[in-house]
């Protein structure tokens, strides 16, 4: 019995759930679970969790910092440096349960993408510029594309792949061996990051 406790009450932290005025499930499968993150100016949300393992953030516009106080693993502050639309971090690491404060004049949006395929078991981080086009590991391949206006693009996916449109945020799954088509019809570029998943599920 004090097990089930125990999940429930690591199930009843997940922000999702218990804060759905600023975390948005946006789309889940096998192989990743994408949430669209929104933090106030001024902000200030409760003790909640992530699991752990290997999540991307993918930034959908400028941010100053944002301060995470942690209660997991020894409690500590730890404040995210500010960010630029379409900068990318991938960190992987142990669950964690922690407040947040946006001390920022701005609103804070990115997304969380949590990675649930195998890899990515160590602590590490690695942050990708908006001006950086590549980056791979083990686990996942990250490349960006651009369209000018009335630009159509084909992509084959060989591995399964998450196609996100920054700053909207918008995102398409594409299944191994699968095709689809992006196009832009307006008269600003539009902008793309693409994960191709490398191994499989846990």
Same mark, same amino acid.
């Given at each position: 019995m004090a097990c089930l406790a125990v999940a429930s009450a690591?199930?009843?932290? @997940? ?7 600023? &975390? ?7 192989? =990743?679970?994408?949430?669209? =993150?929104?933090? @106030? ?8 969790? /992530? ?6 953030y993918v930034y959908l516009n400028d941010s100053e910092g ?11 502050? =730890? ?18 349960? /922690? ?9 804070? @949006?990115?997304? $969380?993408? &949590?990675?649930? %395929?195998?890899?990515?078991?160590? $602590? ?10 590549? &980056? ?13 206006? /009335? ?20 995102? $398409? ?8 088509? =992006?196009?832009?019809? @307006?008269?600003q570029p539009v902008n793309f990051i693409r994960i191709d998943?490398?191994? %499989?599920?846990?």
């Amino acid at each position: 019995m004090a097990c089930l406790a125990v999940a429930s009450a690591k199930a009843g932290q @997940d922000p999702v759930q218990t804060l759905p005025g600023s &975390y948005k499930l946006e789309f889940e499968n096998d192989f =990743v679970k994408v949430v669209r =993150v929104h933090y @106030d100016a001024g902000a200030k949300l409760a003790d909640h969790t /992530h699991p752990g393992g290997t999540t991307a953030y993918v930034y959908l516009n400028d941010s100053e910092g944002v301060v995470f106080a942690h209660s997991s693993g020894g409690s500590r502050a =730890v404040t995210r440096p500010a960010v630029k639309a379409g900068a990318i971090r991938i960190a992987s690491g142990p669950e964690e349960h /922690h407040s947040v404060e946006n001390t920022s004049k701005s609103a804070s @949006d990115f997304l $969380r993408i &949590y990675l649930k %395929t195998a890899g990515g078991g160590s $602590r590490s981080t690695r942050r990708i510029p908006p001006t950086e086009a590549e &980056y791979a590991n083990a686990q996942i391949r990250v490349s960006r594309l651009r369209l000018e206006q /009335h630009d159509v693009e084909t992509i084959t996916a060989k591995a399964p792949a998450l196609l996100i449109e920054w700053p909207s945020g918008d995102d $398409r799954w594409v299944e191994a061996g699968a095709s689809t088509t =992006v196009e832009n019809h @307006d008269a600003q570029p539009v902008n793309f990051i693409r994960i191709d998943f490398l191994t %499989t599920p846990k």
